[in-house]
């Protein structure tokens, strides 16, 4: 990881072909998100789940869920990565968590996860 940043390349969607994953977000998720160690396998998760998603919806105009439904907790929840466009293809990652797939979100590539 860079000073600041991972950067992983993607191409499952058009809209986004690099998402970074910041230090700010993973301490966000240490102080917020109890059910994570973040330890390097977790960062390699959420980057597998960026590049090798089982799922990807459409929350709002530039936000994307990307869903690994092969991570999974021991509820059998799959691994969620938010990402945010914010500029070009260009996105960042907003967050990461276990969590059943949400209904409202319009599913734009791969399959259901529950």
Request: charge should be negative; glycine fraction near 6%.
């Amino acid at each position: 990881m860079s000073e600041d940043f991972q950067s992983f390349q993607t191409n499952i969607i058009p809209d986004i072909t690099e998402v970074r994953l910041y230090k700010s977000t993973i301490q966000h998720v240490i102080e917020h998100h109890e059910e994570f160690l973040v330890l390097p396998s977790i960062i390699q998760a959420v980057g597998d789940t960026v590049v090798s998603p089982t799922r990807v919806a459409q929350r709002e105009k530039d936000v994307f869920v990307y869903t690994n439904g092969n991570t999974t907790n021991r509820s059998g929840k799959p691994l969620q990565v938010p990402v945010k466009i914010v500029q070009g293809t260009s996105a960042r990652v907003r967050s990461f968590y276990y969590a059943s797939t949400t209904i409202s979100d319009t599913v734009i590539w791969g399959g259901s996860d529950d």
